[in-house]
């Protein structure tokens, strides 16, 4: 492909038309950010223009153009992109506004772990620098510290959003990835996984509903809307856990049967270890079970006395 001719200069700032278009999609904080960077830094961050005239008007770039105006920035660095007609200037305005530029959660997280840890920058400097709360600065030192990498991909990928990963992250790594496609497939959202990771990780979660909040989030999820139970601050008591547990499990097992009952075979031999996981489960908890009952494990119930 024969190389375009674009070009790099300064332009000045009233030379450059703005777009009522690409306003729609600009807010406020965008070129607050915009106005800060130029304060600290200058106006280093150029804006993409194409030919108009005797003019130029903006392709990529409105809240920087906007900031500039707005502190009284004379002057900015522009490329002039080689596109004729205004046709072709909006096809390319079009494909810039839907290439996510560098940075992100995850680049932020990790430019703020190194700007710690390797530059001993305080991290109060940089809630001041960013306008950012302590909150969130250590919400997206989590992504960079504690999330897998697998999950970082997906948040990279658009399968879930930072804010879900954020959640996500609380969790151990191993058990992330299994989690965070449950998720995507379930369409789960923020709050939905913010809820279960707060049950999974609370001190006296018991294994059988960190299992279940793993394979069948969506399940776990409707036991809880179901029963209107909400997870309290102090410690249960074995009874009231039990209670719980039994209740969610009886509607689990009513809705494996349903989805057994409607698998084929191919289907089944793909869930074939979990299948034989459970089995071994249930035949230790029925092992439990009768001899809690005073029952020997294989003796019927009641006894096997003569009538």
């Known amino acids: 492909m024969a190389s375009k001719s674009n070009k790099a200069c300064t332009l000045k700032v009233g030379q450059i038309e703005k777009d009522p278009i690409?306003?729609?999609?600009?807010?406020?904080?965008?070129?607050?950010?915009y106005g800060r960077v130029a304060k600290a830094y200058g106006n280093v961050a150029p804006a993409i223009v194409g030919q108009r005239?005797?003019?130029?008007?903006?392709?990529?770039?409105?809240?920087?153009?906007?900031?500039?105006?707005?502190?009284?920035?004379?002057?900015?660095?522009?490329?002039?992109?080689?596109?004729?007609?205004?046709?072709?200037?909006m096809k390319?305005?079009?494909m810039l506004s839907t290439v996510r530029e560098e940075g992100g959660p995850l680049s932020e997280g990790a430019l703020i772990n190194a700007l710690v840890t390797q530059h001993g920058v305080p991290r109060h400097e940089l809630m001041a620098l960013l306008k950012k709360s302590k909150s969130w600065i250590s919400k997206r030192e989590t992504l960079a510290l504690r999330l897998s990498e697998d999950v970082k991909g997906m948040v990279r990928g658009g399968v879930i959003s930072a804010r879900t990963a954020e959640e996500i992250a609380r969790l151990p790594q191993d058990?992330?990835?299994?989690?965070?496609?449950k998720v995507a497939r379930d369409g789960l959202n923020k709050d939905h996984a913010g809820k279960l990771v707060s049950m999974y990780t609370a001190d006296d979660a018991d294994m059988a509903l960190r299992e279940t909040i793993l394979a069948?989030?969506?399940?776990?999820?409707?036991?809880?809307?179901?029963?209107?139970?909400?997870?309290?601050?102090?410690?249960?008591?074995?009874?009231?856990?039990?209670?719980?547990?039994?209740?969610?499990?009886?509607?689990?097992?009513?809705?494996?049967?349903?989805?057994?009952?409607?698998?084929?075979?191919?289907?089944?031999?793909?869930?074939a270890r979990d299948l034989d996981a459970l089995r071994g489960a249930v035949a230790?908890?029925?092992?439990?079970?009768?001899l809690r009952a005073g029952v020997s494990p294989g003796e019927p119930q009641g006894g096997g006395g003569a009538l």
């Open 216 to 271: 069948a989030p969506l399940a776990a999820l409707d036991a809880i809307a179901e029963t209107g139970v909400q997870r309290r601050k102090e410690k249960r008591g074995a009874a009231e856990r039990i209670s719980g547990i039994v209740g969610f499990l009886i509607r689990l097992a009513f809705e494996l049967k349903g989805l057994l009952a409607t698998m084929d075979g191919q289907a089944l031999n793909a869930v």
């Open 175 to 181: 058990v992330q990835t299994m989690f965070a496609c």
């Open 92 to 94: 390319l305005a079009l």
């Open 284 to 290: 230790d908890l029925s092992t439990v079970l009768c």
């Open 53 to 89: 005239g005797a003019g130029y008007r903006i392709l990529a770039g409105q809240a920087r153009l906007e900031a500039c105006a707005q502190n009284g920035i004379q002057e900015m660095p522009v490329i002039v992109a080689d596109a004729d007609g205004e046709a072709n200037q």
């Open 22 to 33: 690409l306003a729609l999609g600009m807010s406020e904080k965008d070129v607050e950010k």
